[in-house]
C-alpha cells in the first residue's frame, strides 16, 4: 500500500531538509526557541535545569536558554518591556513514554494536575502542571501513527 500522499509530502520535505534544499520557496528554520519572561530568572531558570533537568546551553545575563530536544530550546528571560503572563500560552514537551515522564518528573517534585489521561478519541496521552510563574506545562505521548515522529520510531502503542 502506497504511503498517503500528507505522509509522502512530509518525507519528500525531510529529504529536502536533509539535503539542505529549501522547499518550495518556504523558509526552514533548522532550531526553534519559545521564549518566557519572568520577573524572577534565577527561580525560573533553576526550574527548568534542576528540576526538569534541561541542559541550559546559554547564559546571556538577562537569559537563559535550554535545550529541548535536538533543534528545540527555551529561554527564560528577564527583560524589561517584555509582555509577562501565563494566560494562554502553554508549552509542551513531547515524549516517547508518558507514564514514564510522569513518575520521573513527580519524584523530582513536579505537583501535576493529575495522573496522564488520554484524550483526542485515545491519539494523545498526556498530563499537565506549572513551573513556578504559572505557565502551564504538558508531557504528551502521541500514539497517532500520522504524527512526524522522530527517525526509526513510530508510536508506542497503537
Request: hydrophobic share 35%.
Amino acid at each position: 500500500m502506497a504511503a498517503p500522499l500528507a505522509f509522502r509530502g512530509r518525507q519528500e520535505a525531510e529529504r529536502k531538509m536533509a539535503a539542505g534544499t529549501p522547499t518550495e520557496g518556504r523558509i526552514f528554520a533548522e532550531q526553534n526557541i519559545v521564549w518566557l519572561y519572568t520577573d524572577h530568572l534565577d527561580r525560573l531558570a533553576a526550574f527548568y535545569r534542576d528540576v526538569l533537568q534541561l541542559p541550559q546551553v546559554l547564559d546571556q545575563g538577562v537569559c537563559r536558554v535550554f535545550q529541548v530536544s535536538p533543534t528545540g530550546f527555551l529561554g527564560v528571560c528577564d527583560k524589561p518591556g517584555r509582555p509577562r503572563g501565563t494566560k494562554g500560552m502553554m508549552f509542551t514537551f513531547l515524549v516517547e513514554d508518558v507514564e514514564a515522564a510522569y513518575e520521573h518528573l513527580r519524584a523530582r517534585g513536579v505537583a501535576f494536575d493529575g495522573p496522564p489521561d488520554r484524550t483526542a478519541g485515545g491519539t494523545v496521552h498526556s498530563c499537565f502542571f506549572t513551573d513556578p510563574e504559572g505557565y502551564r506545562l504538558e508531557i504528551q505521548e502521541f500514539t497517532d501513527p500520522a504524527w512526524p515522529y522522530p527517525p526509526g520510531r513510530g508510536p508506542r502503542r497503537l
